[in-house]
C-alpha cells in the first residue's frame, strides 16, 4: 500500500512561487502514476498535473505554462513546481498515487495566493 505526505504548501503572494513535494512509502514508487489534484473551498476537487511511471505529463489548461509536474524515483518523490501564482490557485492541493484502478491520496497541504 503506497503512502503519500505531501509538503511545501503556505502562504505566497500573487506573482510568487512554490514548490510542492510529496513523499510515497510503502511500495514501489516507479510503478505508480502520480498526479497532483486541488480543491478549493466549496469546489469540487479538480485535476493539476499527472505525470505517468515513463514520465510522460499532462497540465490542466488553468495552470499550463505555470506549473511543472516532475518526479525523481531515486527519491520517491514527485514534485509540483507553481510559477506566477494567481489568488485562484488557492485550494488544499493532493497528491494521488495510480496504479492500475488502485488510487492513494495523501493528506493534502494548503496552499493560499494572498497579498
Known amino acids: 500500500q503506497l503512502q503519500l505526505v505531501e509538503s511545501g504548501g503556505g502562504l505566497v503572494q500573487p506573482g510568487g512561487s512554490l514548490r510542492l513535494s510529496c513523499a510515497a512509502s510503502?511500495?514501489?514508487?516507479?510503478?505508480?502514476?502520480m498526479g497532483w489534484y486541488r480543491q478549493a473551498l466549496g469546489k469540487q476537487r479538480e485535476l493539476v498535473a499527472t505525470?505517468?511511471?515513463?514520465?510522460?505529463?499532462n497540465v490542466a489548461d488553468s495552470v499550463k505554462g505555470r506549473f511543472t509536474i516532475s518526479r525523481d524515483n531515486a527519491k520517491n518523490t514527485v514534485y509540483l513546481q507553481m510559477n506566477s501564482l494567481k489568488p485562484e490557485d488557492t485550494a488544499v492541493y493532493y497528491c494521488?498515487?495510480?496504479?492500475?484502478?488502485?488510487?492513494?491520496w495523501g493528506q493534502g497541504t494548503q496552499v493560499t495566493v494572498s497579498s
Open positions: 494521488d498515487g495510480r496504479y492500475r484502478v488502485i488510487d492513494y
Open positions: 510503502g511500495s514501489i514508487f516507479s510503478i505508480y502514476s
Open positions: 505525470i505517468t511511471s515513463s514520465g510522460s505529463t
